[in-house]
């Protein structure tokens, strides 16, 4: 059984640049959510896809963006990034509402 | 609004003896309650979880226990290992909620 992936696993970003992050759910998973973790902080949820579609979302702004695809994996898409942005991007899949498995994350440093 | 609450950022534990996290919260519509530990460069790892409709779970070494009228849970670890050392957060949801809210974390270690 496939767990969580994600990529990349780091990125530095200029700010007001364009990011897309990308993560695959582990097998059997239908769901799957998207959380920043700021340095020294717990992940703070940014949005949920299920069945394409979004399924919630967090405090976060617009420029936070994000697609699931039918084989359920799912991007992140940072539109004119700040530096605030600077963070560890972590996705988790899930079947439905049922508990949450995360992968790794993406680092991202925007400069 | 920190909703969730680790008032402890750092535990230090002889190896062998139990450990003790704590996690409190304020929002009463929380029913479910997870654990999870990471470890430097990679993603939360599920622990254990508990339901509001029990005040304890146990899977071998770790137990969690519910304390609803004092909106408090902690998980007990026994005995502690070396490979127990990583940060551990608590985290809640809702019924019909789709978001996980997350404690600050507390960095266990456990000293041989």
């Known amino acids: 059984e496939t767990g969580v992936t994600q990529s990349p696993t780091h990125l530095i970003k200029t700010r007001g640049q364009q990011v897309t992050l990308r993560c695959s759910s582990q097998s059997g998973h239908n769901t799957v959510s998207w959380y920043q973790q700021a340095l020294g902080q717990g992940p703070q949820f940014i949005f949920q896809y299920y069945r394409e579609e979004e399924n919630g979302r967090g405090n976060f702004p617009p420029r936070f963006s994000g697609l699931q695809f039918p084989n359920y994996s799912s991007e992140l898409n940072v539109n004119a990034l700040e530096l605030d942005d600077s963070a560890l991007y972590l996705c988790a899949s899930s079947f439905w509402q049922e508990t949450q498995y995360f992968g790794p994350g993406t680092r991202l440093l925007v400069l | 609004d920190q909703q969730v609450k680790q008032n402890s950022p750092s535990l230090s534990v002889q190896e062998g003896r139990i450990s003790i996290l704590n996690c409190d919260y304020t929002n009463s519509m929380f029913d479910y309650f997870l654990w999870y530990k990471k470890y430097p460069a990679e993603g939360p790892t599920f622990l254990i979880s508990?339901?509001?409709?029990?005040d304890k779970n146990e899977d071998g070494r770790f137990t969690v226990f519910l304390n609803k009228s004092a909106k408090h849970l902690s998980l007990h670890i026994v005995p502690s290992q070396p490979g127990d050392s990583a940060v551990y957060f608590c985290a809640a949801s809702a019924r019909g909620a789709q978001k996980l809210v997350f404690g600050q974390g507390t960095r266990l270690t456990i000293n041989p």
């Open positions: 508990i339901s509001s409709i029990k």
